[in-house]
């Protein structure tokens, strides 16, 4: 039975993706970083497919692939500081997807201190992350996504047009 079939493993949320105050970018950005984990946790799924698929949809191709490619890097470089594993919620569960877990949580805190120069925060949350061990090389790749992120910002505020949120493609397919 899979964890969509059984709605009993549905936990009670602790905070709501939507209670975080997470910009739509930061949401897309949770969700390319749980299908890298679901990669890792079950390297059989594939997610990571679905995870830049995910983002270039939403964001364009060549904003898509950068961003997704950040997310990678945070998680790579997580993993080498790391020495317990890295909650998540299942991209794939309708009711479970719209919470947080705690790690999550705090990568979301840490992601939108790193935009706000909100120093505290930023520190706080690296350490719960990184288990106490030295957080530079992951602050340093969360710094880029949240470069990569205040391009996508800059762009289009510059522009007054909207984030790319679909490629729609016309004719007859055929070259």
């Known amino acids: 039975m899979t964890h969509q079939q059984n709605r009993k493993s549905c936990q009670p949320a602790?905070?709501?993706?939507?209670?975080?105050?997470?910009?739509?970018d930061e949401v897309l950005v949770l969700q390319v970083l749980?299908?890298?984990?679901?990669t890792y946790?079950?390297?059989?799924?594939?997610?990571?497919?679905?995870?830049?698929?995910?983002?270039?949809?939403?964001?364009?191709?060549?904003?898509?692939l950068r961003t997704a490619q950040e997310v990678m890097n945070c998680i790579r470089a997580l993993r080498c500081?790391?020495?317990?594993?890295?909650?998540?919620?299942?991209?794939?569960?309708?009711c479970c997807r719209k919470m947080l877990a705690h790690h999550e949580s705090h990568f979301m805190r840490l992601l939108k201190a790193e935009r706000a120069n909100d120093?505290?925060?930023r520190q706080m949350?690296?350490?719960?992350?990184?288990?106490?061990?030295n957080p530079s090389i992951?602050?340093?790749?969360?710094?880029?996504?949240?470069?990569?992120?205040?391009?996508?910002?800059?762009?289009?505020?510059?522009?007054?047009?909207?984030?790319?949120?679909?490629?729609k493609f016309t004719g007859s397919g055929t070259a």
Do not use: Y
């Not at 059989?44 to 191709?61: D, I, Q, Y």
């Not at 317990?84 to 299942?90: A, G, H, Q, W």
């Not at 949350?125 to 061990?133: D, K, P, R």
């Open 138 to 167: 992951f602050l340093e790749s969360v710094t880029q996504l949240a470069k990569q992120l205040d391009i996508l910002t800059d762009s289009n505020s510059k522009t007054n047009k909207p984030v790319k949120r679909s490629l």
């Open 41 to 64: 946790a079950n390297p059989g799924s594939h997610a990571w497919e679905e995870a830049f698929s995910m983002s270039v949809r939403e964001l364009g191709p060549q904003h898509g």
């Open 125 to 133: 949350s690296a350490v719960v992350l990184c288990e106490g061990e």
């Open 81 to 94: 500081t790391r020495k317990t594993s890295f909650d998540f919620i299942d991209p794939t569960c309708p």
């Open 14 to 24: 602790r905070e709501t993706v939507t209670g975080a105050g997470l910009s739509q």
């Open 34 to 38: 749980r299908l890298f984990c679901m």
């Open 119 to 121: 120093g505290l925060t």
